[in-house]
């Protein structure tokens, strides 16, 4: 693999804006049956982090164990301290704690962005000129925003986005955008206002944001069934029909979170008849008593997919198991693919390695919507 020496780095780097972490959740152990010992028995990932940089670009990072304190991906990132971006052309970038002591880049590489092909509105707007107003949901992830532009005269509007380049993320970005252009006019869902593009590739699209919205109730069975009958009429299966992916406005009823939609000949009878027993009959998310009758050859590539950017990296050797010991946090990610022009910032080692204000809870991206 072609590496260099160094990689120059940059002081202004505290004009960078945290977008987004998603925190490691792969850790290989074996746990001791009848002690509390726990083994670690393969690499665990590194946390990854999209960042705003003050250039009007994206970064995706992926920080390992060691460099911050404690479970930080969970918590306030405001006061963190990154290290200085380094200067040139590249996407995607690894920080660990070098043997010094010092928190510094390990590498970085250019890789390009992947979109979709789902574009069928003529409005595109690049996702790094929305005023970003706050994250919607639960989580910290950088998919969802409630933003502001323009185009829409300073109206509130819903963001979103496929931030980390997995094979399930831009799937699920395609069905829900394909999904809008065959429910466009029907009223079922939030109005479709665009499609959210970087460098030219769509990587997410624009709904309205629909104020005063209520989240619907368990025993609302009735007018969800009638909207999933409708969406099925149309030739669509939802796949999570649960009731916190729906919404209520005034006497309507609509629906979000499009990600596991089928469509034509994929929306089988029996997805048609899970999407009713998952309201029918089970008080709470959707289940399948038997996952391995809905198994397909979309699935079975859904789950095989993994992030381009982050899948080959990982995380430095340390105690993960308690991360007080580290000097700082667990979580991070290295990766090795020949393909990527990796540059090194530290010439003398050899390895590879691999959200802000809430609006409602988070279910899928069940609360879009909900109001403040």
């Known amino acids: 693999m072609d590496r260099t020496s160094t990689t120059a780095v940059t002081e202004n780097t505290m004009g960078a804006k945290l977008l987004g972490v998603k925190p490691n959740d792969f850790r290989p152990m074996k746990i001791g049956r009848h002690s509390e010992s726990i083994e670690r028995v393969g690499f665990s990932k590194p946390t990854k982090c999209l960042f705003l940089a003050d250039d009007g670009s994206l970064k995706w990072v992926a920080v390992n164990a060691g460099v911050f304190r404690g479970y930080w991906s969970w918590g306030d990132t405001s006061k963190l301290v990154f290290p200085p971006f380094p200067t040139g052309s590249w996407t995607v970038g690894q920080i660990h704690r070098a043997e010094s002591g010092e928190v510094c880049f390990k590498q970085t590489a250019e890789m390009p962005v992947e979109g979709i092909d789902q574009a069928w509105h003529p409005t595109k707007i690049d996702f790094t000129e929305f005023e970003l107003v706050g994250q919607v949901g639960g989580g910290y992830d950088g998919r969802v925003w409630r933003a502001k532009h323009p185009h829409f005269n300073g109206v509130s509007i819903l963001v979103k986005i496929d931030p980390w380049s997995t094979g399930w993320s831009k799937q699920a970005i395609e069905n829900e955008t394909k999904a809008y252009q065959w429910i466009d006019g029907h009223g079922i869902a939030p109005k479709f206002l665009g ?70 000949e994929q929306a089988t009878d029996k997805h048609k008849q899970r999407d009713i027993e998952c309201i029918c009959d089970y008080p709470g998310m959707c289940r399948l008593e038997h996952p391995g009758e809905y198994e397909d050859e979309l699935e079975h590539e859904l789950a095989l997919s993994s992030s381009r950017f982050f899948d080959w990296m990982m995380d430095d050797d340390i105690n993960w198991t308690d991360d007080s010991e580290a000097d700082e946090d667990d979580g991070s990610e290295d990766r090795m693919i020949d393909d990527f022009n990796w540059t090194d910032s530290e010439s003398d080692e050899d390895d590879n390695s691999e959200e802000g204000e809430t609006d409602g809870s988070r279910a899928g991206e069940s609360n879009e919507n909900k109001t403040e």
Request: overall charge positive; aromatic content about 10%.
């Open 195 to 264: 499609h959210v593009t970087y460098h030219g590739k769509i990587i997410g699209f624009i709904t309205e944001w629909l104020e005063g919205t209520e989240t619907v109730k368990r025993k609302d069975k009735s007018a969800r069934l009638d909207v999933v009958k409708k969406l099925h009429s149309i030739g669509i299966t939802h796949g999570s029909p649960h009731y916190l992916n729906f919404l209520k406005k005034g006497e309507n009823m609509l629906m979000v979170d499009f990600e596991e939609a089928r469509f034509g």
